[in-house]
């Protein structure tokens, strides 16, 4: 019997430890809540991480980042609702769906919570839900913009790797690229999911039965890492015209490879790091930038590629 | 053994056949009400297809089946239940991780009605668990307790008692004692003999002569699908029992030189 | 105490030697009991100021823990007959999207939506245990296949229909629905509004609900979870039905020869599961006023594992529903305790698998006392 009783206080001891690790880390700044959208194997927020870590420790401010695990937006309502009960002085959250994001970042405004949308969304919708402003590229117009330039590099065909076709925002990526090419949609736009292996396979299959693809447009490191090894599997690296939403380590050795022609930068480093910025000094000095800022979208070629290649993966 | 009474169940030159192969080749039996018929046979001699015929399980080739002088004609096993015939397998029909009460009760929960709804009446099944569990004379913790804790033989003792609790008028025993220890042997045996006296004919399958000459009231053998006989209790020797059931001679040489402890 | 273990011949012995701790220890509730007193002890301790027990806080965990609980319930059951389920998670992400295109895109009014997914849903549950005992196949197998088919259709109905992975205005489709709040609603408003009024919760501060409380009033989502528990209790410990579930899941063939129909038994388990994942996915939808193609992601093995950590054993044939809800409880605040003790998240992992283990642990130690063997 005394043994029972032993093993469950042993059991307790070990379950507290953390705890009391956790408790004594603390500190006496605002505290601010980035809540973002990405699933747990998403490797393109390990600069937000990053970004609002270095901004946590410039300003002296608490920050904490947290995500749905999945991915599954139901769930990261319920963050952002936890979130405001612990009541920080500002969350930062991106929104991916509006009507399931709406309602919690509303309550989250009334019950005296300052809150900056970051990433996704779009500024009408930041100014809806009552957000102080809006930091980050609009997806739909940043695809537009680079189906324009495709277009100019002759594009009339390509391929969309969608590797979080249930974001809509990836899906805006793609119709504004294929807006800004003046053509349709359709079937050029698939499912990769987000295994490396099955990601690279998809993207080898479609080529294969649609030879005469003339570009493929990727929408981050985790489409575009695969797909570089893809094309070079297949031969037809340096041959198609691949362009790229985001930066990575990879990308950057692509681009300079000249196996990608761009990569778009939406510069998450900043959106990560200046509304921490923003918000601390709101809350200490009441002052506030008078509008939206577009971290994005910027054009990454092979010029001027150093101090990309230096921090990317880490602050680009 | 009550002759002056007509036979509850008569089985009558039953044949099985499992495609060529000829599994029972003419067997005749008859149970009366309150004996204990040992139906004897090594493995193989056609035991476990003879009981499955009398208990609807598979429908005999040819011959005829008698239930208390009619002719029956068993569809599945259920029909044999609902007349009557209970079987208590060799591997039991009981849930080591479910409680005494409700194994017992296990497709025949008792019901009250509370309302519009019909909930399992545990007072009811708890009472009438502890009594038989009782009168087979093993005390239960609680009605609560589970079938895992018994022992085999207290386990064999629940699903007679719960079958004859329910009804049955033939209770066929398919090795109850097989892979039991000689005390939990003893304890089976003695609930056996219970049973008996309450007028209940019971079957009492095993390859085992000592286990059969203890309860025992008549003796049937069987070898390769055939009966070798029945004979009454005391007019046969434990000796004779065994030569009819290893099929004769070949047993007597190895017999010598294992000293007659076979 | 040690020879209390030890299943001895005679009867007599033991009777009086089993003390009444350890009778309490037999049962499959414990570690769930356990659990639920161990971690509310220690968020009490260490996040009591953190906003966790302000009734922003409370709700936010009870709501994780009632969605966890509806569908533990199915899970539980299911797993007590002897079976289990992996299309759960698809299958909420499914009947979402079927509200959505019935109501959204097809423009039926939504309580027939909401009718015909269940229906449907049901039907599939039906269809997964038709399967597995027609065939003698693994649940797992079975209903890993539905993981994949679910999803799968979950995706592509609606990017063929609308083009598009999500599909919003659910909310605006069900104004003035009767029953659409029997899901999405909430209950006690006037009661919330008075605790504000009166200072007990915290108020909104800003805006247009200023005045309101933060927490308007019950949402329907944790009623369905306490409704689902109790009637899931009492039918698994007070009907005919519930002995033929354990019975279905300790021993199917013993319980065939005892004339329990076990095929039905399992079969409705499947659809009852069915119904659990459905009731969460309407109010889901019914709650945020869309449906997304990645709903539901893993909640299977969520519901496993609070059935587990509620005492119930993947073999089959023992387990308890209170015990699977207690589990679903420890699940939803741990996960949201965590952060509200400032651990980092990512550890959460590390104390649900330290918790599965030592849930598991117990629960084989429980059944060796239960069954005698050593």
Known sequence: MTSITKKLALAAAVVAAPFALATSVAADGEKYVLVSHAPDSDSWWNTIKNGIALAGDQMGVEVEYRNPPTGDLADMARIIEQAAASGPNGIITTLSDYDVLSGPIKAAVDSGIDVIIMNSGTPDQAREVGALMYVGQPEYDAGYAAGVRAKGDGVGSFLCVNHYISSPSSTERCQGFADGLGVDLGNQMIDSGQDPAEIKNRVLAYLNSNPETDAILTLGPTSADPTLLALDENGMAGDIYFGTFDLGEEIVKGIKAGVINWGIDQQPFLQAYLPVVVLTNYHRYGVLPGNNINSGPGFVTADGLEKVEEFAGEYR | ?262 | MTSATKPTANTDERVKEISNFRNALIRPELGGIVGTVAVFSFFLLFAFDSGMFNSQGIMNWSQISAQFMIIAVGACLLMIAGEFDLSVGSMIGFAGMLIAIFSVTLGWPVWMAIIVTFVIAVSIGALNGFIVVRTGLPSFIVTLAFLFILRGFAIYLPQTIERKTIIGGVSDAAQGDWLAPVFGGKIFTGFFQWMGDNGIIAVFERGTRKGQPVVEGLPMLIVWAIALVIVGHIILTKTKFGNWIFAAGGDAEAARNSGVPVNKVKILMFMFTAFCATVFAVCQVMEFGSAGADRGLLKEFEAIIAVVIGGALLTGGYGSVIGAALGALIFGVVQQGLFFAGVESSLFRVFLGVILLGAVILNTYIRRIITGER
């Not at chain 2, 991780?97 to 296990?106: G, I, K, W, Y």
């Not at chain 2, 009168?135 to 804790?149: C, E, F, Y």
């Not at chain 2, 049955?168 to 398919?174: E, F, N, P, S, T």
């Open chain 2, 1 to 262: 053994m009550n002759p002056e009474h007509a036979p509850l169940i008569q089985m009558k030159n039953i044949e099985k056949h499992f495609g060529r192969v000829i599994a029972l080749a003419g067997v005749s039996v008859d149970v009366f009400p309150g004996e204990c018929h040992c139906l004897l046979g090594d493995n193989g001699a056609g035991k476990s297809t003879f009981i499955k015929t009398m208990s609807g399980v598979h429908k005999p080739t040819k011959g005829e089946i008698l239930f208390e002088g009619q002719q029956m004609h068993f569809a599945d096993p259920r029909d044999a239940i609902s007349a009557g015939i209970a079987t208590v397998h060799q591997h039991l029909a009981m849930i080591p991780l479910m409680s005494v009460s409700r194994n017992f009760f296990m497709g025949n929960e008792p019901v009250k009605k509370i309302g519009p709804m019909n909930f399992f009446d545990h007072d009811y099944a708890n009472k009438v668990t502890m009594d038989e569990m009782s009168k087979m004379g093993i005390n239960l913790r609680g009605p609560d307790q589970a079938v895992g804790t018994l022992s085999g033989g207290e386990r064999q003792t629940v699903a007679i008692a719960r079958a004859v609790h329910f009804g049955a008028k033939v209770l066929i025993l398919d090795e109850p004692t097989s892979a039991l220890g000689v005390r939990q042997t003893a304890n089976v045996l003695a609930t056996i003999d219970k049973v008996r006296k309450q007028g209940v004919a019971v079957v009492f399958i095993t390859h085992n002569v000592r286990h059969a000459l203890a309860v025992g009231d008549r003796f049937t053998v069987l070898n390769r699908g055939q009966t070798l006989g029945t004979s009454q209790r005391g007019q046969i020797t434990p000796d004779e029992l065994q030569d009819m059931m290893a099929g004769g001679q070949e047993l007597v040489a190895l017999e010598g030189s294992l000293g007659g402890t076979v």
